[in-house]
């Protein structure tokens, strides 16, 4: 059964660089073919996609993000990492890791989940 867990600070100032991991129990990030991605839901809307890091790690990032965006991966810890820069409150969301298919930027096709994080943006 192949488990996620997200972490990191919950508060982060603006202008700073949020950092969250997920640690995936139960599976390896290098199995093919998944894709690991990053989720996030603002209060009172829906989910929005943030990019994701495939079993090669190969890396695909929302455009309305990207630029913003890095998603790495470390095999010996089994890890994933999301970077976001420059955040602002708008960027205030539980954040998610979630398993899916290859190259999916589709969350309704995500098998496995993590909790989830809530992070706040505010100084």
């Known amino acids: 059964q192949v488990q996620l867990q997200e972490s990191g600070p919950g508060l982060v100032k603006p202008s700073q660089t949020l950092s969250l991991t997920c640690t995936v129990y139960g599976g390896s990030i290098t199995t093919p073919y998944y894709s690991w991605s990053w989720i996030r839901q603002p209060p009172g809307k829906g989910r929005e996609y943030i990019g994701h890091?495939?079993?090669?790690?190969?890396?695909y990032y929302s455009p309305s993000l990207k630029s913003r965006t890095s998603i790495s991966r470390d095999m010996s810890k089994n890890q994933i990492t999301l970077q976001l820069s420059s955040v602002t409150p708008e960027d205030t969301a539980v954040y998610y890791c979630?398993?899916?298919?290859?190259?999916?930027?589709?969350?309704?096709?995500?098998?496995?989940w993590g909790q989830g994080t809530q992070v706040t943006v505010a100084s």
């Open positions: 979630a398993r899916g298919p290859v190259g999916s930027s589709t969350p309704g096709q995500y098998n496995y």
């Open positions: 890091i495939s079993y090669s790690g190969s890396t």
